[in-house]
T-cell receptor, first 113, second 113 residues
Framework: QQQVKQSPQSLIVQKGGISIINCAYE??????FPWYQQFPGKGPALLIA?????SEKKEGRFTISFNKSAKQFSLHIMDSQPGDSATYFC????????????FGIGTKLQVIP | NAGVTQTPKFQVLKTGQSMTLQCAQD?????MYWYRQDPGMGLRLIYY???????DKGEVPNGYNVSRLNKREFSLRLESAAPSQTSVYFC????????????FGDGTRLSIL
């Protein structure tokens, strides 16, 4: 059972455009939602994270939007650049003590010039 | 600034062979993790260690063993490799004792024939 559903699996965006990746979760106990960025041949890197007490978090060109009632969250990359081409994973976990992180299956983003 | 270092980077094994994947972190982190990454499956937790001297199973522990040798090092052992264990293996670490990986190594690409 996939607890975090991520879409699309692949995405092609033109340079300067907005990249949007969506995730939906089932477990209402999740209260921490990180995004990871992975370049080819490298390990994932924590990019940005949000808790459900806010509806949006922005760091530079990266923004997480969170809709608690719909159990959905999304990553927006503004002014997408070729250097943003990577695989992006959303994830979810519960806070406090041992709580494993559940990852989405990943979205391969390609930003073309 | 090495971060998380994994060795080897690539390995080919025959079914039934054994091997140990090594991981070391130089950030004085308490928690360390082993994940496997398979196409269409995201990242799945194999084992984790919340602190030196402790290890716990993740969601896919069968066929693996781990050792937290000291605070820096966390190894993953395949006792009798099977083709289903062909994957990319990532070691990760985090400062606290929760299971939210912060820093990943660059992975070990393991093929089992």
């Amino acid at each position: 059972q996939q607890q975090v559903k991520q879409s699309p699996q692949s995405l092609i965006v033109q340079k300067g455009g907005i990249s949007i990746i969506n995730c939906a979760y089932e477990n209402t106990a999740f209260d921490y939602f990180p995004w990871y960025q992975q370049f080819p041949g490298k390990g994932p890197a924590l990019l940005i994270a949000i808790r459900p007490d806010v509806s949006e978090k922005k760091e530079g060109r990266f923004t997480i939007s969170f809709n608690k009632s719909a159990k959905q969250f999304s990553l927006h990359i503004m002014d997408s650049q070729p250097g943003d081409s990577a695989t992006y994973f959303c994830a979810a976990s519960r806070s406090g003590g041992y709580q494993k992180v559940t990852f989405g299956i990943g979205t391969k983003l390609q930003v073309i010039p | 600034n090495a971060g998380v270092t994994q060795t080897p980077k690539f390995q080919v094994l025959k079914t039934g062979q054994s091997m140990t994947l090594q991981c070391a972190q130089d950030m004085n982190h308490n928690s360390m993790y082993w994940y496997r990454q398979d196409p269409g499956m995201g990242l799945r937790l194999i084992y984790y260690s919340a602190s030196e001297g402790t290890t716990d199973k993740g969601e896919v522990p069968n066929g693996y063993n781990v050792s937290r040798l000291n605070k820096r090092e966390f190894s993953l052992r395949l006792e009798s490799a099977a083709p289903s264990q062909t994957s990319v293996y990532f070691c990760a670490s985090s400062e606290g004792t929760a299971t939210r990986p912060q820093h990943f190594g660059d992975g070990t690409r393991l093929s089992i024939l």
